[in-house]
């Protein structure tokens, strides 16, 4: 089983800069990575992924061009890079974990709250 700490929220500006990181307690080379995000009163959607070879990568609509997601399977972390930062990015950011051989992510982490004032 995969323990994931999320690390990196914090209050910043409209039109900031904000680097997400979370750490795996074992190897995730197995593993396709992911980001979501979750407001009160709203389902938790996804944000971006880094699938588990070929360096691929996918962002939500919302996010493309603003935020870059990477992984480095070595260090066991999953970063997001999370660039012109609007009200609407509020939220709780989850990193979470899906085994290549499932379709659902089964390992999620505490999540970490990053707040953009406008």
């Known amino acids: 089983q995969v323990h994931l700490v999320d690390s990196g929220g914090r209050l910043v500006r409209t039109g900031g800069s904000l680097t997400l990181s979370c750490t795996a307690s074992e190897s995730i080379f197995y593993y396709n990575m992911a980001w979501f995000r979750q407001t009160p009163g709203s389902e938790r959607e996804f944000v971006a992924v880094?699938?588990?070879?070929?360096?691929?990568?996918d962002y939500a609509y919302s996010v493309r061009g603003r935020f870059t997601i990477s992984r480095d399977n070595d260090k066991r972390t999953v970063t997001l890079q999370m660039n012109s930062l609007q009200p609407e990015d509020t939220g709780v950011y989850y990193c979470?974990?899906?085994?290549?051989?499932?379709?659902?992510?089964?390992?999620w982490g505490q999540g970490t709250q990053v707040t953009v004032s406008s």
């Open positions: 880094a699938l588990w070879s070929g360096g691929r990568t």
């Open positions: 979470a974990a899906r085994p290549i051989t499932v379709s659902n992510y089964e390992y």
